[in-house]
């Protein structure tokens, strides 16, 4: 895979195009310490669980390490919790010498996490979809790009976690499903985030009488129409207004960004739309799928999540990272 990632480097400056990589990460509860909006028990701030100054900074610092590591031009963020966090974050980024000058959150609705991206290139704009107005669904982010005058769509998401069941995924499907059929199925679209469903959530959820209410529909399979894909990306020809998860690119063992119980899984997911395998303009660049599993992001076979303590009080530790792991693409620009 890294040997195909430099190749295209190579031609990307033979033939006057670059190379632009893309990453999601959900960063586990990025809370800041001011003491308005809604927050999680454990983290209202200079209380008994310790969510402090000392312990806010080696969050940021550790957070701030992943995505200087990661190095994408741009990069989705879930679990944010406020403007203040985001730009506290992208303060820490700035002192490792990382600057992102564009940003941008889905704060209109006032969950307690939210979705955000930072960015080294200018978009055009950054607006929120609102998933209902109920609190259970956080907002989608759409930001629209134009880089070398090829106009790029990302659409940023957390769908509901699987504590509720399938239809209420199916709610922010639809969202985006009705969003996308306004901005044209032709255009260069990547919807990206962390989807709370696996690749192929269809053929994991069916005996899950909790998760299953669907009659086995699911929203990033059957909504989103990722379901007719048996080959590789530049081999992939399958109906007109389907979406091509990039997962299918990377080897199943390879395919995971969350451990649950011991077992991998893909909750995060980027998928694109058919114009960005037409290799014109922008286009995906093949078998370029990867997670961010670096060492320091585990601790034995666990992903090192952020420390918390499950006592009475639940307590910071000063420890660990996300319990997830980021997801990062690359595309090629002509």
Known sequence: MRVIAFLFLFISFAFGGTTLKIATYNIENLFDLEKEGYKYKEYKPYGKSLWNKKNYKIKLQNISHVIKDIDADIIALQEVHSLKALKDLR????????????????????????????????????????????????????????INNKELYILTNHWKSKAGPESMRIVSAKTLRNRISQIGY???????????????????????????????????????RTLKQTQKSPDTRYEKKNFYNLWYDE????????????????????????????????????????????????????????????????????????????????????
């Open 251 to 334: 080897e199943k063992e390879d395919s995971y960004s969350y451990i649950f119980k011991g077992k991998k899984e893909a909750l995060d997911n980027i998928l694109i739309s058919q114009s960005l395998l037409d290799k014109e303009g922008i286009s995906y660049i093949k078998d370029s799928i990867t997670n961010f599993d670096k060492k320091y992001l585990f601790k034995k076979k666990s992903i090192y999540r952020w420390q918390v303590s499950r006592a009475k009080i639940p307590k910071h530790k000063g420890a660990g990272y996300s319990d997830h792991l980021p997801v990062i693409a690359k595309f090629f620009v002509k």
């Open 186 to 224: 032709d255009k260069n679209i990547i919807l990206l985030g962390d989807f709370n469903s696996h690749y192929e959530e269809y053929i994991l959820f069916k005996r899950k009488r909790k998760h299953n209410d669907t009659n086995g529909k699911t929203g990033i399979n059957h909504v989103l």
């Open 91 to 146: 303060f820490a980024l700035k002192q490792k010498g990382v600057y992102y000058q564009y940003y941008s959150i889905a704060d209109k609705k006032n969950t307690a996490i939210k979705v955000a991206i930072l960015s080294k290139i200018p978009f055009i704009y950054s607006k929120e979809l609102s998933v209902t107005t109920s609190y259970k669904y956080r907002n989608i982010l759409e930001t629209k790009f134009k």
